[in-house]
C-alpha cells in the first residue's frame, strides 16, 4: 500500500517539472576538455623523454645507406665544457675532447690512437692503415677537404654552422671501418671533421662537443703558415698572432744550421684556448 501511494506521489511530482533536452553540447565540450587534458600531459611527458635522450646521449644514427639522417646536436650553453675535458680550437670556436686524447698523435696523416688535430704540418707519405676503436677531431681554418659539401644547416650557440653527413667506408687492406663526418662555422671560418673507427654514433658525440666562446680566442697556427714550400717565419706569424689579438714574444735559439728567423715552437701551442691579450712566446732560429 505504502509503495502505492509512494509511486503516484513521485509520478505526480514529475508532471510539474520542466525536462529539457539532454546537454550534448556540454557533455561534448567536457568530454573535449578531458581529452585535451590527457593529450597535453602525454605530450608533456614525450618531450621530457626526447629531452632526456638527448641530453644523455646526442646520437648520429647511421641508415642502410651510410650517411646519417639529421646533423649532430649542438650546444645550448656558450663555453660550458664537462669535466675531464680540454679545449681546443681556432678564432672563437672551440671543441672539448678529452684529457686523456693526444695531440697530433698520427702515422701517415692517420691516427693511431685518439687525437685532437690542429697545426697539423707536412704528412709523410707512406701507407697507414686504421686502428679499429680509435676516435679524431681536425680543427682547420676554412673548409677541411675539397669535397666538402653541405647536408644540413644548424646552429651552435646561436652562430649558424653547416653540416656534412656522417659516412663510413671500409678498409681495403684491413677491412676497418672508418666513419667521418664534418661541421663548418662560415662566419668564423672554422671546421671540425670527426673520424672514428668505433661507430658512425660517436662521431655524432665529438661534434656535439663544438661551442663557441667569446671570452676566449684559439692560438693560431704556424706549421701551416708557410707557403711555396718556405719554412714559416717569425714575423709572419707575430703578424697572424696581432690579428687573433694576442701578444707575439720573441725566444732566439741559436741555430747555424737553419734559416734565420725560422719557428721551432710557440708557446701556448697551437689550437689552445686563451683570452685575448695573452702573450704567445715564439721560439726562433738564430745566427
Not at 136 to 141: A, K, L, Q, Y
Amino acid at each position: 500500500m505504502i509503495e502505492a501511494k509512494l509511486t503516484e506521489l513521485l509520478e505526480r511530482a514529475g508532471e510539474h517539472v520542466d525536462v529539457g533536452p539532454p546537454p550534448l553540447d556540454a557533455m561534448r565540450a567536457g568530454a573535449a576538455r578531458r581529452r585535451r587534458r590527457r593529450t597535453v600531459a602525454w605530450s608533456s611527458v614525450s618531450v621530457a623523454a626526447v629531452l632526456a635522450v638527448i641530453g644523455g646521449t646526442t646520437l648520429l644514427t647511421q641508415g642502410s645507406s651510410g650517411v646519417d639522417p639529421q646533423p649532430p646536436v649542438t650546444s645550448r650553453s656558450p663555453g660550458v665544457v664537462a669535466g675531464g675535458t680540454r679545449l681546443v680550437g681556432l678564432g672563437h670556436a672551440a671543441i672539448a675532447v678529452p684529457k686523456a686524447w693526444g695531440t697530433n698523435q698520427v702515422i701517415c696523416g692517420t691516427p693511431r690512437t685518439d687525437t685532437v688535430l690542429v697545426d697539423f704540418g707536412i704528412t709523410t707519405l707512406c701507407l697507414g692503415l686504421p686502428r679499429a676503436g680509435v676516435e679524431s677531431v681536425e680543427v682547420v681554418r676554412g673548409k677541411p677537404k675539397t669535397d666538402f659539401h653541405v647536408d644540413e644547416s644548424t646552429e651552435i650557440d646561436g652562430v649558424p654552422a653547416q653540416r656534412q653527413r656522417t659516412t663510413c667506408s671500409q678498409g681495403p687492406i684491413n677491412k676497418v671501418t672508418v666513419c667521418s663526418g664534418t661541421v663548418f662555422i662560415p662566419s668564423l671560418d672554422v671546421s671540425f671533421q670527426a673520424t672514428s673507427s668505433t661507430s658512425a654514433e660517436e662521431v655524432g658525440r665529438i661534434l656535439a662537443r663544438i661551442v663557441i666562446v667569446p671570452d676566449l680566442v684559439g692560438v693560431p697556427g704556424y706549421r701551416t703558415i708557410g707557403r711555396n714550400g718556405h719554412q714559416p717565419q717569425g714575423p709572419d706569424y707575430a703578424e697572424l698572432l696581432k690579428e687573433a689579438g694576442l701578444k707575439a714574444e720573441f725566444r732566439t735559439r741559436m741555430s747555424p744550421g737553419y734559416p734565420a728567423g725560422m719557428i721551432f715552437s710557440g708557446s701556448p701551442a697551437p689550437g689552445t684556448m686563451v683570452a685575448p691579450g695573452t702573450p704567445v712566446t715564439i721560439t726562433v732560429a738564430g745566427r
